[in-house]
């Protein structure tokens, strides 16, 4: 059974600290994995399978590993319908660098992240990327905040998810922000046809693997 992805705006819907999800199209999940590996910043990741694991449990395991788990990146891998999808745990916040790459050959992946513990405070972002190239990305709070002013990326897909978005009456600063991040992720999910299977990642098991330096 595959969800969609408005799933993600429940506080913790994933783990402590926010979520940080990627899908993509066009990639196995072991692919994904290898490509958010590479794109780990400051020097050469590889990713290490360390078998089947719930949330929890990796999060032991890097508790185990690391000392604390924020002290490394694990991913759990899987597929829902036509995506792959990659679910972060740890340390991922701001370790990342730009997705374009990943897309490379022709792959579809889709960037929902969520700094949810930062006091800064850093709203939810989205990014599409296909082919190398920067399709659509926004600000899910759809204010101007953190370098954003509506959806950038290709002229023709961000003008389209921009007339979506208005037609959901947003931006809306009156509205509760909780209640905009869930529904721009709507807009943005039915768009793109984005699924994630939240029982499965919630509470299920799947493979992992942990990002280590070459």
């Known amino acids: 059974m595959t969800d969609g992805t408005t799933w993600l705006a429940a506080p913790q819907s994933i783990a402590f600290g926010g979520y940080h999800v990627v899908l993509a199209r066009g990639?196995?999940?072991n692919e994904?994995?290898?490509?958010?590996?590479a794109a780990v910043y400051d020097r050469k990741h590889i990713a290490v399978a360390v078998?089947?694991?719930?949330?929890?449990?990796?999060?032991?395991?890097?508790d185990d590993t690391y000392g604390d788990s924020f002290d490394g990146i694990g991913l759990r891998l899987g597929r829902a319908g036509d995506w792959t999808y990659a679910v972060a745990y740890g340390g991922w916040q701001a370790e990342f660098g730009p997705l374009a790459p990943a897309s490379r050959d022709g792959a579809h992946v889709c960037l929902l992240e969520?700094?949810?513990?930062?006091?800064k405070p850093v709203p939810p972002q989205f990014a599409y990327f296909h082919d190398g190239r920067l399709l659509a990305a926004c600000n899910l709070?759809?204010?101007?905040?953190?370098?954003?002013?509506?959806?950038d990326g290709d002229p023709e897909t961000a003008a389209?998810?921009?007339?979506?978005?208005t037609s959901a009456s947003l931006p809306d600063s009156e509205r509760d922000r909780g209640e905009v991040h869930r529904t721009a992720l709507g807009v943005v999910e039915k768009f793109f046809g984005l699924s994630?299977?939240?029982?499965?990642?919630?509470?299920?098991?799947?493979?992992?693997?942990?990002?280590?330096?070459?």
Do not use: F
């Open 160 to 165: 389209r998810l921009q007339e979506l978005l």
């Open 51 to 62: 078998g089947d694991h719930t949330g929890d449990s990796l999060l032991e395991l890097m």
């Open 32 to 37: 994904l994995g290898d490509r958010l590996a």
């Open 196 to 214: 994630l299977p939240k029982d499965l990642i919630v509470n299920g098991t799947l493979p992992a693997v942990l990002l280590e330096p070459a």
């Open 141 to 151: 709070h759809l204010d101007a905040s953190w370098g954003y002013d509506g959806v």
């Open 27 to 29: 990639l196995s999940p």
């Open 114 to 119: 969520y700094e949810e513990e930062n006091g």
